[in-house]
């Protein structure tokens, strides 16, 4: 089932306008994934390239990095044995050259288990206006959520790196000391502040807040988040595939950008689509449907679906609603069994 809708036309095209377009397509075409084995040179290269720029930033050094095999590299992206939970995730760019990263490492003492270390935060300069430090923080911190037994994520950082610590203060993390002298850089001593995120307590936090949209205004009977806004809060502090926008009773309001391949699972609760930006085929069974910008679309609990052969710009409206299992099912569930067989 699809329905036309129509779309607000843009206003006069101005040079602000066109930075801000061009932003947004950036982190649109931007890929964030786990590296392979086949990322390691251009991982090896793009970590020399943040210990020479910036060798106040990290602990390790370009001179003792540079040494090192392309065989260490390949040990630190792939998980091992003694840690199946470590990833590092890549962001890419519409060429697909590696621009940023970020890696998670569990500890694997059994009474620290509970507790990640992130390192190797970085974002190339020509990428650093695009939203991709705060995207990359985003994804890394919903695949720490899915690690069995983990609990809080530990990171160190310069403490005179004012954008740096304000990125994880924005992205859940707390100070809870200061380590004088941390590191040395020739004649220079660097401060290092230690910042934890609790991922258990966060999650509960976010259920127990009051609804809040994408723009940060209390929900209110009315309300209206445009494409504009929606694109420009991915921009700014989401990652590119999904993100939350609204939440209001049993309604939950998502904007998704597959990329690549969509690999989504069959979901628990009813699901409405409406097309908003970017074209291409939603599939379900041996269904396969044409989809344009304004289309509606619809798939029941539990039915399997996704997209595919879509553009590099597609971005869908998400809307879920209604309890576990769907309407019909809970519905069902209510009716005698003798009534609906």
């Known amino acids: 089932m699809a329905a036309r809708m129509s779309r607000a036309g843009t206003g006069g095209a101005t040079a602000d306008a066109q930075a801000f377009d061009d932003k947004l397509r950036g982190l649109i075409m931007m890929q964030i994934r786990a590296l392979t084995l086949r990322d390691a040179v251009a991982y090896r290269e793009l970590r020399l390239r943040m210990l020479r720029e910036h060798p106040d930033a990290f602990t390790s050094s370009f001179d003792e990095d540079e040494q090192k095999p392309l065989s260490w590299i390949e040990r630190r992206i792939v998980a091992g044995t003694d840690s199946p939970h470590d990833f590092v995730l ?3 760019g519409e060429s697909g050259e ?3 990263t970020v890696g998670l490492a569990v500890d694997a003492r059994a009474k620290e288990r509970h507790k990640a270390r992130l390192f190797g935060m970085y974002v190339a300069q020509e990428a650093s206006t695009h939203g991709v430090g705060r995207a990359l923080l985003a994804q890394c911190i919903e695949r720490a959520r899915s690690i069995p037994g983990l609990e809080q994520v530990h990171l160190t950082v310069t403490s005179t790196n ?3 610590v304000r ?3 924005a992205a859940g993390f707390r100070a809870f000391g200061l380590e004088e002298r941390a590191i040395k850089v020739g004649d220079t001593y660097y401060p290092k502040t230690h910042m934890t995120r609790f991922l258990q307590v966060a999650d509960a936090a976010e259920h127990d807040a009051p ?3 994408a723009v940060g205004a209390k929900s209110d009977a009315v ?3 445009t494409l504009a806004q929606a694109l420009a809060q991915l921009a700014e502090t989401a ?4 993100m939350e926008l609204f939440r209001h009773g049993s309604l939950l309001v998502k904007w998704y950008a597959p990329r690549g391949s969509d690999l989504q699972q069959p979901h628990t609760r009813d699901e409405a689509y409406v097309v908003g930006c970017g074209s291409g085929e939603f599939v379900q069974g041996d269904r396969r449907m044409r989809i344009a910008p304004g289309d509606f679309l619809f798939a029941a609990a539990g039915v399997a679906h996704r997209f595919e052969r879509f553009s590099n710009d597609f971005g869908v409206w998400v809307f879920f609603y209604g309890p576990e299992g769907g309407e019909v ?4 569930a209510d009716v005698p069994a003798e009534s609906i067989r």
């Open 90 to 92: 890549g962001a890419f």
């Open 98 to 100: 590696l621009v940023g």
């Open 162 to 164: 004012g954008r740096a």
């Open 167 to 169: 990125l994880y203060e």
């Open 211 to 213: 609804d809040v949209d």
């Open 223 to 225: 309300k209206q988040i």
């Open 239 to 242: 990652m590119p595939r999904s």
């Open 329 to 332: 099912l809970a519905h069902a």
